[in-house]
């Protein structure tokens, strides 16, 4: 699996790499570090915690990066990068790069089982709820393009989405941004 995941890094660092930026981090988070020291990683001289984080891959430098707020702290002074969704949604829907990170950080319920309430849209690369009265509110805000009859298929959009097992690869925000995009001129 992880070869796999790092073989698609790299491809689609080599395809999108303009899809990628520098991973932004509010000075704030930086300001309050914990004084505590919960792992002995974190006892290692910071030079070295450095030369491991430059040694590490695009990836695991995030993911060290978003262990602790003192890894976030030593990952600042290094190049880290992520792959932006909305430069990813211009080049690839459905990257292989974005669905592993995202896979890897999947929602957890109790006893650390994978929630079913919500699921990965492959369109916005965000995980979104599956529950139908959440989706019924959002698409009311759309009234304008409910009424001239451009999202007439919305309902089928949110059952598909909100189905237990559904293979839907988009969510209903993000259906509704389609049909306004491809169907803007039936509103006039």
């Known amino acids: 699996m992880y070869a796999r995941r790092s073989q698609n890094l790299d491809m689609c660092q080599a395809e999108h790499y303009s899809s990628w930026d520098a991973l932004r981090i ?15 990683l974190l006892a290692l001289p910071t030079e070295t915690l450095l030369q491991i984080v430059e040694h590490a891959g695009p990836v695991d430098r995030l993911f060290l990066a978003l262990t602790c707020k003192p890894m976030l ?3 600042s002074m290094t190049n880290v990068t992520i792959p932006s969704a909305p430069k990813h949604y211009a080049h690839n829907l459905g ?6 990170i995202l896979r890897i950080m999947v929602p957890r319920g109790p006893g650390r089982r994978r929630k079913t309430s919500w699921g990965l849209c492959r369109n916005c690369y965000r995980y979104r709820p599956k529950k139908k ?3 019924d509110r959002v698409v009311q ?5 409910l009424a001239c009859g451009m999202l007439v298929y919305h309902d089928e959009a949110i059952h598909s989405w909100s189905k237990r097992h559904s293979v839907s690869y988009q969510c209903p925000q993000c259906w509704c941004e389609d049909r306004m995009r491809n169907y803007a001129h039936m509103k006039k």
């Not at 509010?26 to 002995?40: D, F, G, K, N, R």
């Open 73 to 75: 702290a030593i990952c």
């Open 26 to 40: 509010p000075p704030m988070l930086l300001e309050a570090l914990q004084a505590a020291q919960s792992a002995a």
């Open 141 to 145: 805000g759309y009234r304008e393009e």
């Open 133 to 135: 009265g959440y989706w």
């Open 95 to 100: 990257c292989p790069a974005m669905l592993a």
